[in-house]
């Protein structure tokens, strides 16, 4: 029976070294851990701060307007309220303005977790403001919308730093229960006689769990606040008193179970055969627990996974599995330790001496005494290898997601159908415009990006994707060259003769004269350079007016013959590809029109040209005429001729992973049906990339929007702009001013600053990882009796206090070397798995297909390792042999 207070004040005041170095290290981890989580936290609020600051009108804003019978003031004081209760309190500026109530960021107070609080709950803004003061008001303002991409590039982020919170957790963890269980050894021999007095091990794993968790958890609170109150005074912020609170309570609970077990498995003598296997058991589950981490790690590369509603959530065991991996190759080295030694000191057994034998004999014959050393060491070694591929890897590919993303300088979008796309290219001046169209076609498991643009532009205007792609060499792959029948002068003339059509009889007697047939006409020019002309004409004119009646009415003039001529850039070689007519829009009338072309005085040669491939109605080809039939069908299809050399299949370039979901290979061609407008074609692969700059997802086709129009029945207009400038911000600004109703996009720079803002992350959890090796060297570096009993010994026997101190320093420095070598190995293994897939994650808009290599900066990454590994070496060469000999020999006389 054992129990009392006065009991357990003795029983600690007997292990006070141990338990109060408990507490000293837990005081340090909990300020590591919590130190490093608020300075992650203060980068993810300067991304939210820079991101709302960006913003303006209403996306800066959220506006309650109130009734006639609501107060303002009200209303304002409820929204306070609301905000307060969300646990947001101060991040949004509250005031009246005219009537209405204004909640804007307050730039200077809000954080990162704040915007994240408001992101979910300013939906349910006006009900909590109706719920407390009776009125609903009406809101306005995209502030919520705003805040909605905050939350979503800060939780995409989260991903790389929990890795890295996750690496020093680990680390943490161990180094405290190290700590911990030297308490357990300092009273073996205690507790072996109480339980031979009869006290049961429940008793004794229960005082034990709770002495400990004790001495940790007000060791830990110290740490954690001290480690908050430092991290608030440099990064601006208030600590989080909860997760202090977590951290130490985390903390005090490892402590607490290592003690529970080490003092269950040590209050009976054990068979060694039984704790050898337990042994081998736990490791073996281990391994099984990082084998199981690191597949999930692998099926979704970051840790934060999707929800089946759509949200994200933070899965704990992805976010430590490559602590685990790194823990698990910890245990490789220390296993490896005996048999690399034995062959070391078997190499030097013809040395006759005593170094280096007799330290690596000593160190093969006792791995258990070094387990903890080589375990720190190569845990700190490999998160600062992790951290620096990490880095480098950030550095290498900078800002070309952005690019990936937007595709060139400036790229605007949703062009209106009365305004010309060439037009909003001209806007600002830009050194270079490329007019495109994304489309779309149906494939057997989805629909795929095509995105049609003009080839010829693609080297000055498309970005290189950070050199992943060539834009010149796709523009010449796609670029259809001697096609078409080539032009003698620098003009073009075109005659459509469309004959009147038979007379109708609606009455017996009475005829109907329907006049001749309106036709539009479009013709299609390729010059020698490559570049694409589209030239458009109609034999009728449309007006609308009223009659007397003040009825709406339509008139026509549709004429039986219309010549026109074209006047031609005269610096270039021109060739006519393809003619295509179809019935006016605004009238109908059936019949068929006849073209002739001439240039240069001489009448071109029509007789080669035959009908584009799944061209609707009919062509006749005469002499140096087509006639043509064209449908009477929805969109007004054109019926198409091309020119010989022109191409039966549209070059396109594809994407590697589309390619192989098609079984497609260079050269191979597939017909696929295009969505709006809708119309079949077929394709030949020209070129496979790997990605596709200025697609959602980096994965499509990419074709000649003039190629693609002569394989088209119907008009396919640019809607789209891509322009190159050294000055992106005016040119979008530019653009923006002349053309409101277009959406421009540029490459935002904060995207690669807030990715390359993760790697401080891993730099905090290297820095903390070394500083508990350094801890735990230290304390092991402390003799304890049978270590002063051991360097007597060895002083006695003739070594003499120097040489003694020599051989003992020498074999902790090999546990230091095996570390430092099993950690590179360990943290290089680990970089390979998990840094492509963070950087990805960091960024959010990386697609699975762009390359993301492993980087390394070597002078900086290998000083670094050195570094550190001169600072263990130091530690534990300072050992010194004891002062007094005689009474360290005599003890057990």
């Not at 209303?75 to 303005?97: C, F, K, M, N």
């Not at 590369?301 to 065991?317: A, C, K, N, S």
């Not at 004409?537 to 007397?548: K, L, M, P, V």
């Not at 808009?845 to 550190?868: C, K, R």
Request: charged share 15%; proline share 5%.
């Amino acid at each position: 029976m054992i129990g009392g207070l006065r009991f357990a004040l003795a029983r600690a005041r007997a292990a006070a070294a141990p338990l109060v170095t408990l507490a000293v290290v837990a005081a340090l981890s909990a300020l590591l851990v919590v130190a490093v989580a608020a300075l992650i936290g203060s980068v993810e609020t300067r991304e939210a701060r820079g991101a709302l600051a960006a913003a303006t009108g209403d996306r800066s804003r959220i506006v309650l307007t109130t009734g006639a019978d609501a107060s303002a003031d009200e209303i304002a004081a409820a929204a306070r309220d609301a905000v307060g209760g969300w646990g947001a309190g101060g991040a949004l500026d509250v005031t009246v303005e005219d009537g209405d109530v204004v909640l804007t960021p307050a730039l200077d107070r809000i954080t990162g977790a704040q915007s994240l609080v408001l992101a979910d709950s300013l939906g349910g803004l006006r009900d909590a403001v109706e719920e407390r003061t009776g009125d609903r008001p009406q809101g306005s303002g995209g502030l919520r919308d705003t805040l909605g991409e905050v939350q979503d590039g800060i939780e995409v982020r989260r991903g790389p730093t929990a890795v890295a919170l996750g690496l020093l957790g680990l680390l943490t963890a161990v180094v405290v229960g190290a700590v911990a269980i030297e308490a357990v050894r300092a009273r073996e021999s205690e507790s072996m006689l109480l339980r031979a007095r009869g006290a049961r091990r429940r008793d004794l794993v229960w005082l034990g769990a709770l002495e400990t968790s004790v001495v940790a958890l007000v060791g830990s609170l110290v740490g954690a606040f001290a480690g908050g109150f430092a991290a608030g005074l440099w990064t601006g912020t208030g600590p989080s008193i909860l997760g202090a609170l977590a951290v130490a309570t985390g903390i005090a609970v490892v402590a607490a179970a290592v003690v529970a077990v080490a003092t269950a498995r040590g209050a009976d003598r054990g068979s060694p055969r039984a704790r050898a296997v337990a042994d081998i058991g736990a490791v073996v589950l281990l391994a099984v627990v990082t084998g199981l981490a690191v597949w999930q790690f692998v099926q979704s590369g970051t840790p934060v996974v999707e929800r089946g509603d759509g949200g994200t959530v933070l899965d704990p065991l992805v976010a430590i599995a490559p602590a685990l991996a790194l823990a698990l190759a910890a245990l490789v080295a220390v296993a490896l330790a005996t048999p690399i030694a034995r062959g070391v000191a078997a190499a030097f057994a013809p040395i006759r001496g005593v170094s280096p034998i007799t330290p690596l004999r000593l160190a093969s014959r006792r791995p258990a005494r070094h387990a903890l050393s080589i375990t720190v060491v190569a845990f700190a070694i490999g998160t600062i290898t992790v951290a620096g591929a990490y880095q480098a890897s950030l550095t290498a590919l900078g800002d070309a997601p952005e690019a990936l993303r937007v595709g060139a300088d400036v790229k605007v979008g949703t062009i209106p159908d009365d305004v010309a796309a060439a037009e909003v290219a001209s806007a600002g001046s830009p050194d270079a415009a490329m007019l495109a169209r994304p489309m779309s076609a149906q494939g057997a498991d989805g629909r795929i990006p095509i995105l049609a643009v003009e080839a010829r532009e693609l080297g000055e205007v498309m970005l290189d994707a950070g050199g992943t792609i060539d834009p010149a060499a796709l523009g010449e792959a796609l670029t259809v060259a001697d096609a078409g029948v080539p032009l003698a002068g620098d003009a073009l003339t075109l005659t459509l003769v469309a004959p009147p059509g038979e007379p109708i009889e609606y009455e017996e007697g009475q005829f109907h004269e329907p006049g001749s047939p309106a036709f539009q006409v479009r013709v299609s020019l390729l010059s020698a350079a490559g570049a694409t002309e589209t030239l458009t004409f109609s034999n009728a004119d449309f007006s609308i007016g009223e009659d007397d009646d003040g009825n709406v009415v339509e008139t026509a003039d549709v004429r039986a013959e219309e010549t026109v001529t074209f006047e031609l850039d005269a610096g270039d070689q021109w060739s006519l590809a393809a003619i295509a007519l179809a019935y006016h829009p605004l009238g109908f009338v059936p019949g068929a029109g006849t073209i002739t072309a001439g240039s240069g005085g001489d009448t071109v040669d029509l007789s080669a040209f035959r009908p584009a491939a799944g061209t609707p109605g009919s062509l006749e080809v005469t002499g140096s005429a087509l006639t043509f039939a064209p449908e009477a069908a929805a969109g007004e299809p054109f019926t198409q001729a091309v020119a010989p050399g022109v191409p039966t299949a549209v070059p396109a370039v594809m994407t590697s992973a589309l390619a192989a979901s098609l079984s497609l290979e260079l050269g191979d061609t597939i017909a696929l049906e295009l969505l709006k407008p809708e119309f079949e074609a077929d394709f030949e692969i020209a070129d496979i990339v790997p990605v596709l700059p200025g697609t959602s997802a980096g994965e499509g086709m990419l074709v000649d929007l003039g190629t693609l129009s002569l394989a088209s029945p119907f008009e396919i207009l640019p809607t789209q702009a891509w322009l190159a400038t050294e000055d992106p911000g005016a040119v979008a600004a530019a653009v923006e001013e002349q053309f409101a109703q277009t959406v421009t996009m540029i490459a935002d720079p904060r995207s690669g600053q807030n990715a390359a803002a993760t790697a401080s992350a891993f730099w905090l959890a290297a820095g903390g990882a070394v500083v508990l090796a350094t801890v735990v060297l230290v304390l092991r570096r402390t003799r304890s009796r049978a270590d002063a009993r051991e360097l007597a010994l060895l002083a006695v026997i003739g070594l003499g206090r120097p040489r003694a101190s020599r051989v003992r320093a020498q074999e902790d420095l090999f546990a230091v070397a095996m570390g430092a070598v099993g950690g590179i190995a360990a943290g290089i293994a680990t970089a390979w798995l998990i840094v492509a897939p963070l950087v990805r994650a960091a960024y959010g808009s990386v697609p699975e297909a762009y390359p993301v290599v492993l980087q390394a900066q070597p002078l900086l990454l290998g000083g670094l390792i050195l570094t550190a590994a001169l600072v263990f070496a130091g530690i534990v060469a300072t050992v010194r042999a004891p002062g007094g000999l005689a009474p360290l020999m005599r003890e057990d006389e």
